[in-house]
Structure formats: structure tokens, C-alpha cells
């Protein structure tokens, strides 16, 4: 589960908007962990299935590492 901040979620929703109907990667360390198609604009609030534990904490890791 995502919750991006107001002014992400904005762009997020903008940019994903463009892209209904189309496939879209969830990539981590050169590695495909997630595929789906659009199905409608995303916005503040994700929910991504399909990966396991382990990728997900991995990747929460590296995105508290980004800040």
C-alpha cells in the first residue's frame, strides 16, 4: 500500500491518466516485480499485488533511502 503526498499525487494522476488502456512496470533493481494495465488514473492511495514480502520491503528500503 502507497499513499503519495498531494502535490505527487496530482502529477501521479495526470500522468497516469494518460496511460488507460496501456501496460505499466513496477521495476526495482532492473528487475520487473509487478505488470498491469491502466484501468483508470492513479492517485493518491496504490495498492500493487504480485510481490512477494520480501520485494516490498526491499523497496520500501530503497525508497526511504532516496530521500
Known amino acids: ?3 503519495l503526498k498531494p502535490a505527487a499525487a ?3 494522476e ?3 491518466g494518460r496511460g488507460i488502456r496501456k501496460r505499466v512496470n513496477l521495476v526495482f533493481n532492473n528487475k520487473i516485480i509487478s505488470s ?3 484501468e483508470s ?3 493518491d492511495d496504490l495498492l500493487i499485488t504480485g510481490i512477494t514480502k520480501d ?3 526491499q523497496f520500501v528500503d530503497e525508497l526511504r533511502r532516496q530521500r
Do not use: E, N, Q
Open 36 to 38: 498491469a494495465v491502466i
Open 14 to 16: 495526470r500522468v497516469s
Open 10 to 12: 496530482a502529477t501521479f
Open 41 to 43: 488514473p492513479l492517485k
Open 55 to 57: 520485494d516490498a520491503l
Open 1 to 3: 500500500h502507497i499513499k
